[in-house]
């Protein structure tokens, strides 16, 4: 398993952009060396259809490799991401579950397992990672990063996963923080 699905920490850095809306990050261990990146595959459509467009994404190691791709298919209301290796083998779907407040989401591999990315709110910028009995598998926080952010559309995450989390879940688990900022960027880009 490559570092970027394998770490316990990852610090997920959005790329700072005045103009371009097309999602770029990387993804760092916490000493900042490089693990990874997601980007979103050019020709999509979505500057000109929104959220109606189909976006994909690839999931790639701090080499360039690609290792998963990522696709949200065009949805008005609730969204939903389809993962899958870079070999096109299903790794499972993240599925926004609501529509108002902080976005909360099901995440559902494809050898059955199942956890929740929950929490955030007005006041918090921090969500949890639970099994389908409520245990903790991980956390994700919104972190400040600085006067880009005041600036541009910069997000910065920390995410924590829990030895616990293996199998298919951990690779949705790392992927997961993607979706939960670009579902917030385009709630904030509808206002």
Known sequence: MPPLLS???????????????????????????????????????A?????????DYDVADATGNVLMHMIKPGAFGRVHFEVSW???????????????????FALTAADGAAARLTGGSMMSWSWSIEGT???PLG??????????????????????????????LRPLAVVATICLDEVRTQKQQRR
């Open 7 to 45: 770490a316990p920490v990852l610090v997920v850095v959005q790329q700072a952009k005045v103009f371009s809306t097309r999602a770029e990050y990387d993804v760092y261990a916490p000493d900042g060396t490089p693990l990874g990146s997601v980007h979103q595959v050019p020709g999509s459509g």
């Open 47 to 55: 500057s000109i259809f929104g959220q109606l467009a189909t976006i």
């Open 86 to 104: 870079a070999n096109g083998a299903a790794v499972g779907e993240i599925e926004q579950e609501n529509l108002l407040f902080a976005p909360q």
């Open 133 to 135: 009995s409520g245990e």
């Open 139 to 168: 956390s994700v926080s919104k972190q400040f990063s600085g006067l880009a952010e005041m600036f541009s559309s910069a997000d910065r995450f920390v995410v924590e996963l829990s030895p616990a989390l293996g199998g298919m």
